[in-house]
């Protein structure tokens, strides 16, 4: 029946955007939008990303609830969330496959899937449902993440960084216990969220992605652990810091740091005044680099000193200077992160 289905597709979605299609026909597009929806559901039921009990609905409620928006007609008849979809995904007069149709359809699906699935998790969760509205907004208030899908889920990554899509996700654990460490309880969801984005820009072990569902899960988490009166008021309250300028942090950390040091390293003649000074523009990048924001992604240590020490060998880099760069970057990103918390 599946593959009849796909089979005829052009012809169905061309009389469901015609505006005067059957009954027959919008029922056999309904039935056709719900088959490719229903193995969504199951595999986030099945992967633990999906509580029915929580919701109190089964599989086919859920479909049918996030789906129930596509098929809302205007006053002329038209399924207009149908409408806009295919016109921006389908090229006019561009003649598609079924097997291109379904794709796209299934883009359609899975979309209504991820805004569905928040919805409903705001109507049964009303604290829950704020974090997820407030994340959202954060998201696109800043620069600081981008959104993409994967594996059928909404992701935030870093913006400007190498998400390394080749390490092993984030397990949940290792992140709240990092985020734990920097965030306080009154922070609100746009202060976790930058938060958050310097730990996974800093750590180098997992992908530097979470899904938009895990994060509201462990901020909801951390709100927890305040009280629940608290709880409620600070997740509403507007951001009042948003213009934190996380460049200028870096720059006053260095500032700080080469001040304190300057004694240490050159009145102890342990290294040149020339070479203090490059150490510390080469700190100043390893930051930016570090917490995402010059967009250089991977580059080592010994290349972030080469840009300022021409000729430096990776053999002179390993003898002379590793372990100095490696001891004032990490005061560096530990003096970053304090100031994160103030």
């Not at 955007?17 to 039935?31: D, I, K, N, Y």
């Not at 935030?156 to 216990?177: N, Q, S, T, W």
């Not at 310097?198 to 992908?207: D, F, K, R, S, T």
């Amino acid at each position: 029946m599946e593959k009849r289905r796909h089979s005829l597709l052009n012809g169905l979605l061309a009389s469901i955007l015609s505006g005067t299609p059957g009954a027959p026909e919008v029922r056999e597009f309904v039935e056709l939008c719900c088959d490719l929806a229903l193995p969504v559901v199951r595999k986030r039921i099945a992967l633990g990303k999906l509580n029915l009990h929580a919701l109190g609905l089964n599989e086919t409620d859920v479909v049918y609830d996030c789906l129930a928006e596509l098929f809302q007609r205007d006053a002329e008849g038209r399924f207009p969330h149908i409408q806009r979809y295919v016109e921006k995904n389908i090229p006019a007069g561009m003649p598609q496959s079924d097997e291109q149709l379904v794709v796209i359809l299934r883009g359609l699906i899975i979309g209504r899937i991820n805004d569905g699935l928040i919805r409903l998790y705001q109507e049964t969760d009303p604290v829950f449902g704020r974090i997820l509205r407030n994340i959202r907004l954060a998201l696109e208030r800043s620069e600081q993440f981008v959104r993409e899908t994967r594996f059928n889920d909404v992701y935030i990554f870093p913006a400007g960084i190498d998400p390394l899509l080749h390490r092993p996700p984030v397990p949940y654990e290792y992140l709240k216990d990092l985020v734990l460490q920097i965030v306080r309880l009154d922070d609100n969801v746009p202060q976790m969220l930058r938060k958050m984005h310097v730990i996974l820009c800093e750590q180098e072990e997992y992908q530097r992605g979470v899904r938009l569902i895990t994060a509201a899960v462990l901020f909801k988490e951390i709100y927890g652990l305040a009280q629940a009166a608290d709880t409620d008021a600070k997740i509403v309250q507007p951001e009042p810091d948003a213009g934190l300028d996380l460049p200028a942090v870096v720059g006053r950390v260095c500032g700080e740091l080469r001040a304190e040091m300057r004694e240490t390293y050159v009145a102890g003649e342990k290294v040149s005044e020339e070479l203090f000074e490059k150490y510390f523009l080469a700190l100043n990048q390893i930051l930016l680099s570090g917490f995402g924001l010059d967009g250089t992604g991977e580059k080592s240590y010994f290349d972030h000193l080469r840009d300022y020490v021409p000729g430096l060998t990776r053999e002179s880099y390993t003898s002379d200077h590793r372990t100095t760069v490696e001891y004032l970057a990490k005061l560096g990103k530990q003096r970053v992160r304090e100031y994160l918390v103030r």
